[in-house]
């Protein structure tokens, strides 16, 4: 059975993302942000930014209430979400023409089999 973990690694605008090529056992989710956007509005949006990925990385057994699960043990639900959105200047509803300001996010996973048979291989 696969251990997933999810992870803020920045908000920022997309040009200022650093280090965003996902490496194997993860993909990288992106969605706008403002200063006061809700938890359970970013849950919501990272929930169809899984339904409507087409990345062929993401493991067929994660099914959206496994998602949803893990969204609701790992989110950032303390006053780190709220710090990293202090500092956008644009508020849900505000008219804006411009780049959109975005949350990223890292779910990685590990491949550890529980029912390993690992007759033959060296201990």
Same mark, same amino acid.
């Given at each position: 059975?696969?251990?997933?973990?999810?992870?803020? =690694?920045?908000?920022?605008? +997309?040009?200022?993302?650093?280090?965003?090529?996902?490496?194997?056992?993860?993909?990288?989710?992106?969605?706008?942000?403002?200063?006061?956007?809700?938890?359970?509005? #970013?849950?919501?949006?990272?929930?169809?930014?899984?339904?409507?990925?087409?990345?062929?990385?993401? +493991?067929?057994?994660?099914?959206?209430?496994?998602?949803?699960? =893990?969204?609701?043990?790992?989110?950032?639900?303390?006053?780190?979400?709220?710090?990293?959105?202090?500092? =956008?200047?644009? #508020? !849900?509803?505000?008219?804006? !023409?411009?780049?959109?300001?975005? #949350?990223?996010?890292?779910?990685?996973?590990?491949?550890?089999? #529980?029912?390993?048979?690992? !007759?033959? !291989?060296?201990?």
């Amino acid at each position: 059975m696969k251990t997933y973990s999810f992870d803020l =690694i920045d908000v920022c605008l +997309p040009d200022y993302l650093n280090d965003h090529h996902n490496r194997e056992n993860e993909v990288l989710f992106g969605i706008p942000v403002r200063n006061n956007t809700s938890t359970a509005s #970013a849950k919501a949006s990272l929930v169809d930014e899984l339904l409507s990925s087409c990345d062929e990385r993401i +493991p067929e057994e994660l099914t959206t209430q496994n998602f949803r699960d =893990i969204l609701n043990e790992q989110f950032p639900l303390t006053s780190t979400w709220n710090r990293a959105l202090q500092y =956008i200047d644009l #508020a !849900e509803g505000d008219e804006f !023409e411009g780049e959109e300001c975005y #949350a990223y996010f890292v779910l990685s996973w590990d491949n550890e089999e #529980a029912d390993c048979d690992c !007759e033959g !291989e060296d201990q």
